[in-house]
C-alpha cells in the first residue's frame, strides 16, 4: 500500500533562514509526486510537481527513489511563506482511477518575523 | 482557469439530518472527488467518480454516499448526519490524461450539533 509520511505538523522559522518541509513515501513502482499548499482562508492549490523540476516562489523538491524522500526546500524563508504544506503521491497503482492522490497529513510552516 | 465551486462555505446541520454537499466545475473533467480535511489528519479520500454515473469508494466511505448525475455535479450525501462529521469538505477534479493535478474547490465547513 501506498503511504505518504511528513514527521512535522509544525515547522517555525524565522525570516531570511533556510525551510525543509519533509516527506518521505512508500511506494512499489514510480510515482508521481507533488507539494499541495494551502494559505489562510484560501484553496488547497498546486505548488509543484517534481516531474516538471521547476521552482515555484523559490521552493524547490528533489525525487530521491534512494531515500524514497521528496523534500521541499526554500533557501530563505518569506512571511508569506506561511501555510500549510500537503506532499502527495499518485501512481498506476492508486486504484480504479489513477488520478487518485493519497496525501499525508500536512505541515503547518510558520515563519516568523 | 479551472472553476470548482462548492454550494457553500458554511454549513450547520442537526443530529440525524441528511445533508447534500454540492460541488460544480466547468473544465469538462472526467475525475471528481471528495475529501474531508481535519488537522493532524490530513486530507482522507470519501469517494471519487471517474465518470457519469460512476462511483468508486475512497478511504473512509461509511457514511456517506455521492452522486454524479451530470459530468459537472458531482454530490456528497450524508444520510444521517452524525457530530463525527463534523468537517471541512473538499471537492476536487482532475482532466486530461497526462496531468494528475488536481483542483480543489473552496471547502465547505460543516457544522454538526
Known amino acids: 500500500a501506498q503511504r505518504v509520511t511528513q514527521p512535522e505538523k509544525l515547522l517555525s522559522v524565522f525570516k531570511g533562514a533556510p525551510v525543509e518541509l519533509k516527506c518521505n513515501y512508500s511506494y512499489s513502482g514510480s510515482p508521481e509526486l507533488f507539494w499541495y499548499v494551502q494559505y489562510s482562508r484560501q484553496r488547497l492549490q498546486l505548488l509543484l510537481r517534481?516531474?516538471s523540476r521547476e521552482s515555484i516562489k523559490g521552493f524547490t523538491a528533489d525525487l530521491n527513489k534512494g531515500e524514497t524522500s521528496f523534500h521541499l526546500k526554500k533557501p530563505f524563508a518569506q512571511e508569506e511563506d506561511s501555510a500549510m504544506y500537503y506532499c502527495?503521491?499518485?501512481?498506476?497503482?492508486?486504484?480504479?482511477?489513477?488520478?487518485?492522490?493519497?496525501f499525508g497529513k500536512g505541515t503547518k510552516l510558520s515563519v516568523i518575523p | 482557469d479551472v472553476k470548482v465551486t462548492q454550494s457553500s462555505r458554511y454549513l450547520v446541520k442537526r443530529t440525524g439530518e441528511k445533508v447534500f454537499l454540492e460541488c460544480v466545475q466547468d473544465?469538462?473533467?472526467?475525475?471528481m472527488f471528495w475529501y474531508r480535511q481535519d488537522p493532524g489528519l490530513g486530507l482522507r479520500l470519501i469517494y471519487f467518480?471517474?465518470?457519469?454515473?460512476?462511483?468508486e469508494k475512497g478511504d473512509i466511505p461509511e457514511g456517506y454516499s455521492v452522486s454524479r448525475e451530470k459530468k459537472e455535479r458531482f454530490s456528497l450525501i450524508l444520510e444521517s448526519a452524525s457530530t463525527n462529521q463534523t468537517s471541512m469538505y473538499l471537492c476536487a477534479t482532475a482532466g486530461p490524461a497526462y496531468s494528475y493535478e488536481q483542483y480543489f474547490g473552496p471547502g465547505t465547513r460543516l457544522t454538526v450539533t
Open positions: 502527495a503521491l499518485s501512481g498506476p497503482d492508486s486504484g480504479a482511477g489513477s488520478y487518485q492522490l493519497t
Open positions: 517534481h516531474i
Open positions: 467518480s471517474y465518470d457519469v454515473k460512476m462511483k
Open positions: 473544465m469538462d473533467h472526467e475525475n
